[in-house]
């Protein structure tokens, strides 16, 4: 190994090398530049223990390959220099593990500062690296993933909140559904999920195959548009679900206990999410201040249209069945759309309908009429958007199925 600081620059082009190694001025006196082609370059990396690299060369399966072999040493500061600003190449090459690029052209002060700036921001990356180590051989992390254990969720979790002060945020807890449960992979979230939070956010694992998210001063919303951009990413693998719910004036304890709670919910009605009962009234309220804006409305538009396909129309459909067995010389009619669902009855002395109407906002409307009937039968019933469960409404149909048939002596 060098006592030098030595500085890499791989390229095919020895002309290029030359006139490039001209331009980069020595930082310190003990700098160095080392040049290599494509094939000894891994030779050089291990003989000289360079801070930086920097591969010149253009977009093809060469250069991706090479990039990806010097990223396998978490140490290093990969620079692209490249001739052309090909945003396609450019963002390949940092998908293959680039740190960041360079144009060839650039003037000798501007590959300075850039080198410059990638020795502090390397010096960084070393000093997580050599901590994230010591937290894996401390148990802390499990070194797979770079994830807290679970063990340490709590700790860590409250640790953030009282060093920032944090009294908003989100808490998710994530698993599998209950069809992807053979082919989940908790590792394959986990890497999903690093990918999709910001650095401020916190993961753990979480009690069992679950993933804990922490989400600071962030709202119902974002929580929503983080989830769905993970499940996004897992469609292709498995499925997954969250419960959510808010973390303000709450412990850890509190806000596991209702995140799994949601969580279990999610799971037990196959919906993507199940909210926990604060964040429940919350919306509600909403609608009651007036204040359901644009955004909100999307939201809500999108929360009925779950709701219809993971809840309503299985009920309705799984009740026809049902209750044409049970319900002699009774026709059971039933269908539903983005605009209302309706569930039908009809024999020869009476003729019934329950149909669930969605306004546009909060809540949906379950109006209950029974043809030649006044009242207590008929009636109008206002259920929030979150407390529209399978149970719920099973219980609903079922009483106005009964009332049908006491409607038909």
């Known amino acids: 190994m060098s006592d030098k600081n030595n500085i890499l620059l791989i390229s095919e082009n020895e002309n290029f090398s030359k ?48 990039i990806s072999c010097l990223r396998k040493n978490k140490s290093l500061c990969i620079i ?4 052309a600003y090909d945003p396609e190449f450019i963002l390949s090459a940092y998908d293959c593990g680039a740190d960041d690029f360079i144009m060839s052209s650039a003037d000798s002060f501007e ?24 937290l894996e051989q401390l148990g802390a992390v499990d070194e797979n993933t770079g994830i807290y254990n679970y063990q340490h969720a709590k700790q860590i979790i409250e640790n953030y909140i ?4 944090l009294d908003t945020g989100c808490f998710l807890a994530l698993s599998s559904t209950q069809e992807s449960k053979t082919k989940f992979d908790i590792e394959k979230l986990a890497i999903v999920v690093k990918n999709s939070i910001r650095v401020d956010d916190t993961v753990t694992f979480g009690k069992g195959a679950k993933l804990y998210i922490l989400l600071p001063k962030a709202d119902l919303n974002q929580a929503l548009v983080v989830f769905n951009k993970i499940k996004e990413s897992c469609s292709g693998d498995f499925g997954i679900c969250a419960g959510i719910t808010s973390i303000a004036h709450k412990n850890f304890e509190e806000f596991e206990h209702e995140a799994l709670n949601s969580l279990s919910n999610a799971v037990a009605t196959n919906m993507d999410y199940s909210f926990a009962q604060d964040n429940q009234e919350t919306l509600d309220d909403w609608l009651d201040d007036g204040e359901v804006s644009r955004k909100g409305y999307k939201f809500f538009r999108q929360m009925f249209n779950k709701k219809l396909e993971k ?3 299985p009920v309705f459909y799984r009740l026809q069945k049902t209750y044409e067995e049970k319900l002699f010389d009774t026709e059971i009619d039933q269908y539903t759309d983005e605009e209302q669902c309706v569930f039908k009855l009809k024999n020869k002395k009476q003729e019934s309908t329950l149909k669930i109407v969605y306004p546009g906002f909060t809540k949906i409307i379950v109006y209950i009429t029974h043809e030649g009937l006044d009242s207590p039968e008929n009636k109008d019933i206002q259920i ?9 409404l099973v219980k609903i149909v079922e009483d106005f199925i009964k009332e049908f048939k006491r409607a038909s002596v």
């Open 19 to 66: 006139v490039l190694a001209a331009k980069l001025i020595f930082l310190r006196q003990n700098d160095n530049i080392v040049l290599s082609d494509y094939n000894d370059a891994m030779n050089s990396v291990e003989l000289y223990a360079p801070d930086i690299v920097l591969v010149y060369g253009k977009a093809d399966d060469e250069i991706y390959n090479l």
């Open 80 to 83: 692209l220099i490249t001739d």
């Open 111 to 134: 590959f300075v500062l850039r080198i410059v700036h990638n020795v502090k921001h390397n010096s960084t990356k070393l000093l997580y690296l050599r901590s994230l180590k010591v």
């Open 162 to 165: 009282d060093d920032n002060l």
């Open 311 to 313: 809840v309503i129309t």
């Open 384 to 392: 929030p958007l979150t407390k529209i469960t399978q149970k719920e």
